[in-house]
Nanobody, 111 residues
Framework: QVQLVESGGGLVQAGESLNLSCVAY????????VNWYRQTPGAEREVVGR???????MYAPNVEGRFTISRGVRRFPVYLQMTNLQPEDTAVYYC?????WGQGTQVTVSA
């Protein structure tokens, strides 16, 4: 079983950037995409973006052009580069694959 660990969250001002990382410990049998999600209190977890096995990426419309998911030649680590952050981006950010999730990292954007 794989353990996913996110890091890189923090408090920034609107317009600034943050880079999140997702590291995997253990063996993963998952062959589907690695996904970044975010969640705010009382809301559903929403997909921020995905990176597929061949390296293709897709993003939610509200982050397209501002967020970039990347990785090296291996499946992990996976990165989420976030630019021009806005207060509405404030959330706990998670990475996940198949049925496995990390513990999340808090991103807070002040106006």
């Amino acid at each position: 079983q794989v353990q996913l660990v996110e890091s890189g969250g923090g408090l920034v001002q609107a317009g600034e950037s943050l880079n999140l990382s997702c590291v995997a410990y253990g063996d993963s049998d998952c062959i589907s995409s690695v996904n970044w999600y975010r969640q705010t209190p009382g809301a559903e977890r929403e997909v921020v973006g995905r990176i597929f096995s061949q390296g293709q990426t897709m993003y939610a419309p509200n982050v397209e052009g501002r967020f970039t998911i990347s990785r090296g030649v291996r499946r992990f680590p996976v990165y989420l580069q976030m630019t021009n952050l806005q207060p509405e981006d404030t959330a706990v950010y998670y990475c996940g694959e198949c049925a496995d999730w990390g513990q999340g990292t808090q991103v807070t954007v002040s106006a």
